[in-house]
């Protein structure tokens, strides 16, 4: 049962004094925008007026939520996020996930088959046609003021495609990813007090400028589970490409409950997981060894099997047989990646969806 939060309290989240204009999108001026010692970076030359007002959410950002078997969390959504046109991107649910779209005037676009949480969020883009977007998981909330934070950074840094807000969970306590499990991990962990550029993000909720998100190639299509953003943030640094945090701007993510109860038995449906996530952690740590030359520490894929390796046979002496089936499985993935082979569980080819309601989201 997904429970309400106890504070989405916090940073108010409120832009204050910040004017928002209507601005054309183009795929043009996306350099770094490049911040001192700490990541911090610099206004543009926004004009100071009034904060964007709640017409302005509705004419500018279409929510864009990718869910599975996500009928509660899309409930509990509803009754603790800002009120914006949108769309759900269906992958395959077997429960009220539609119905419970339909319930908030939500547009949806329905799949066959899951076809992955990055090809959803390509095929939820595609179908915007506001100059923004807020990409959410079912099981996150943002309010009116933090959404208005998001969009006013975006008018100062009109060079950005990609914000993220600050993520609490429902305890209040801040979520920042300083670094990814791939590379060595860094020693300075608090997150900036301030606007900055920032290396790493975490995909649960993000403000995207859609068509130079678009152009830029999103999210990776061989994906299926897990590492998307990391892959993403790490593209966005080899481009010299920002990615601004915006603290200003707060949302809450309960964390591992976008998805309800499925019809698959749990065992199966942490096999999927696992096995994909070991697919996706040798698919990446492949992918950025070959731009940037990692061959050692967290970069080695023989470090990673060994590290596996020993971890199963230290489940094995403990007696730890659940920890053992996860690490076997996420073994089993990586290695299926070392061997060539696609990701598993991911459709062939592009799988067909229906567009349903989507006048009713306004996207």
Known sequence: MISDPSTMGGRSGKARGIGFQERGVTNEGMERVDGGADGRVETGSAERGRAPSRADLARHVTLVTVAYNSAEALRWQDAHSARLPGLVVDNGSSDATQAAARERGLGILAFDVNCGFGRGVMAGLAAVTTEFALVINPDAAMSEDGVAALLAAAERYPDCALFVPRIVNETGKVFFRVD??????????????????????????????????????????????????????????????????????????????SSGPSARPAAKSNRVKDISFGWSHAYVMDKIGQEKGLGAGRGSRGLAVLRMTGSIAVCLVSGRFGKLRREAYRLKGFVRRLRGRPAPFLPPGEPECVALDLSHGKV
């Open 180 to 257: 990814s499990a791939l590379e060595p991990r860094q020693k300075h962990r608090r997150p900036p007090e301030g606007d900055a550029c920032i290396a790493m993000l975490s995909g649960a909720v993000m403000l995207v400028r859609v068509a130079p998100f678009l152009a830029f190639g999103g999210f990776d299509p061989a994906i299926f589970l897990y590492f998307e953003d990391d892959e993403l943030a790490f593209r966005y640094r080899a481009a010299r490409r920002p990615i601004i945090y915006v603290p200003e701007a707060e949302a809450v993510h309960l964390g591992n409950r």
